[in-house]
């Protein structure tokens, strides 16, 4: 699939609110190519914003919002439980795309946390939720609490998991945001092509500690 900008008309009568009118605006870009998403996105957002984690194949996304958005902010939060090979990568992209990094970490470090608490707990316990609250979910939130966006700009597709599946480009998101997700209707080869034709730096050695399986969903999806 082609991701390549071509002109598309704005239809300015469809902008970003909570009373936005999604399931006409998912209609309208049914089929079209991520670039066309973000062209409109560019045209209509007043104080857009990335979430990024720099999990594997998650600069493309990056290269594809920065290129029309060179100073949009890219909040990203380090949980302190990232492996070195992350924390690399991430110095390299921010190098290569010249990236708006704003960086939120928990108010507890994870040196802090191993020391009261111990190791991450196991999955679906209340352990595991509340350290999920502290290493991502209250970051994530005083991040948007700060810059009031209007738009969130996230990189997730529909072949990620069963959740992602029925979601679409266009959603509400929490803190009153409209989440955009111009490489929704992509694939993971359509991705692993658009970073190889633009050579761009991939991450292979990535860890969630909140999601602990691959195929789990990032709590801050579910998050109203």
Not at 93 to 104: G, K, P, S, T
Not at 114 to 141: C, M, Q, W
Not at 153 to 165: P, S, V, Y
């Amino acid at each position: 699939m082609s991701l390549e900008l071509i002109e598309t008309p704005q239809e300015s009568s469809l902008a970003f609110h909570k009373d936005a009118d999604l399931v006409a605006l998912n209609e309208q870009f049914r089929g079209s190519k991520p670039s066309e998403v973000m062209k409109f996105t560019v045209e209509n957002a007043t104080n857009p914003v990335i979430f990024t984690n720099f999990r594997p194949l998650a600069v493309a996304f990056l290269h594809l919002v920065t290129q029309p958005l060179k100073d949009i902010p890219v909040i990203w939060v380090d949980h302190g439980f990232n492996t070195p090979e992350t924390y690399r990568h991430i110095e390299r992209v921010v190098e290569r795309l010249n990236l708006n990094l704003q960086v939120y970490s928990p108010k507890m470090s994870a040196a802090h946390y191993t020391a009261v608490y111990g190791e991450i707990p196991p999955l679906d316990t209340p352990e595991h939720d509340r350290f999920s609250e502290i290493v991502k979910l209250e970051p994530f939130n005083r991040a948007m609490s700060e810059l009031k966006p209007d738009v969130w700009l996230n990189g997730i597709r529909h072949d990620q998991n069963t959740h992602r599946k029925n979601l679409d480009v266009f959603t509400f998101g929490s803190h009153g945001t409209v989440r955009v997700a111009p490489m929704f209707h992509l694939n993971e080869l359509d991705v692993e092509e658009y970073i190889y034709e633009r050579d761009l730096p991939d991450n292979s050695d990535y860890f969630d500690p909140t999601k602990g399986e691959e195929h789990r969903e990032c709590g801050l999806m579910l998050q109203k």
